[in-house]
C-alpha cells in the first residue's frame, strides 16, 4: 500500500491554464498529469498508489471560497483533500470553521504564494486556531523553482513556528526543498515536525537523504511526490535504492500517513 501525502489537481475549467502558467513560472517543469481529478486518479493507478492526499492553496482572499469548495468537493475513497486560508482574508477564521464541519483534516499554507514570512507574528493567530480546531498544517518549505530568494519558509524559520504549536506539522520537500543542511540543523529534532519527500527525485541527492534518514525519526517521514511535477513511481524508486529495511518503507509509503490521517 501507499499513500501519497502530497499532491495537487485543479478544477477541470481552470487545470489547463493553471498547469501551463504554473510550469512556465517554474522554469518549465514538465507535467505528469493534465491537473485534473482524473488524471491524477490515472497516474495513481498507473503507479499504484492507494490514496493521495491533495494540497490546495489559496493564493488570494477572493479565491479562498471557490478553492474550498474544490477541496471539499474532492472527499471520496482514493483522495483526501487538504484545505487551504489566505492568511489577510478577513474570513480565515471562519473558513477554517467551515473547513472542520466538512471534515478536512488538513490545511496547506505557500508562504512564496502566500506572501508572508512563515514566522511573521501575523500568522500566529491562524496557527493556533489550526491547532485548537485539530488540523494537520502542510507548508512548502525551502527553496520554491517559481520565486527568487528571500524565501519565505527556511528552516530557522519554521522551526520558531514549529516549536510554538502542537499539531502536526508537515515541512514538504524532505523538510525543505534544496535546504539539507539547515533541515539537518533545525528541524530533525523537533518531534511534532513531519517530513515529506515530495519532488525529491531529481533534487534530492541521495547522500543528502540518507543524512536526513538518518538523523530523523522514521515516524515521522511521509512519502509525497508533488504530482503532477513528479510521478509517484519515480520517489518509490528513489525511496527503494535507501537501504531501508521493510518496516522502514511500510512506515514511509503509508503506516506514519494512516496514523496521522486517523484512517487505521
Not at 507548508?139 to 516549536?163: C, M, N, Q
Not at 523537533?190 to 522514521?218: H, S
Amino acid at each position: 500500500m501507499i499513500i501519497d501525502f502530497h499532491t495537487h489537481c485543479f478544477p477541470e475549467k481552470i487545470a489547463k491554464k493553471t498547469i501551463e502558467k504554473l510550469s512556465f513560472v517554474s522554469g518549465g517543469l514538465m507535467p505528469q498529469t493534465d491537473g485534473t481529478e482524473n488524471g491524477l486518479l490515472s497516474l495513481m493507478e498507473s503507479d499504484k498508489i492507494d490514496k493521495s492526499v491533495v494540497l490546495s492553496i489559496a493564493t488570494n482572499a477572493n479565491q479562498q471560497t471557490k478553492v474550498n469548495d474544490f477541496a471539499i468537493s474532492l472527499k471520496g475513497d482514493r483522495i483526501i483533500p487538504f484545505g487551504s486560508v489566505f492568511p489577510f482574508s478577513e474570513d480565515w477564521e471562519s473558513e477554517l470553521y467551515r473547513l472542520k464541519e466538512n471534515g478536512i483534516k488538513g490545511i496547506k499554507l505557500h508562504p512564496d504564494y502566500q506572501q508572508f514570512f512563515v514566522d511573521d507574528e501575523r500568522l500566529f493567530p491562524i496557527y493556533k486556531t489550526i491547532e485548537r480546531l485539530g488540523f494537520i498544517l502542510v507548508f512548502h518549505a525551502g527553496e520554491d523553482f517559481g520565486f527568487p530568494p528571500p524565501y519565505k519558509a527556511t528552516p530557522e524559520r519554521l522551526r520558531k513556528v514549529v516549536s510554538l504549536i502542537e499539531t502536526p506539522v508537515v515541512c514538504a520537500h524532505w523538510g525543505s526543498l534544496l535546504m539539507c543542511d539547515d533541515v539537518l540543523k533545525y528541524l530533525c529534532d523537533v518531534d511534532n515536525c513531519y517530513f515529506d519527500t515530495a519532488f525529491g527525485y531529481g533534487t534530492m541527492p541521495k547522500a543528502r537523504a540518507l543524512e536526513i534518514l538518518e538523523k530523523k525519526d522514521i515516524n515521522k517521514i511521509l512519502f509525497g511526490s508533488d504530482s503532477p511535477w513528479n510521478a509517484p513511481s519515480w520517489d518509490v524508486n528513489m525511496l527503494k535504492t535507501m537501504g531501508l529495511s521493510c518496516e522502514e518503507e511500510e512506515k514511509i509509503f503509508y503506516k506514519n500517513a494512516e496514523k496521522l490521517l486517523g484512517l487505521e
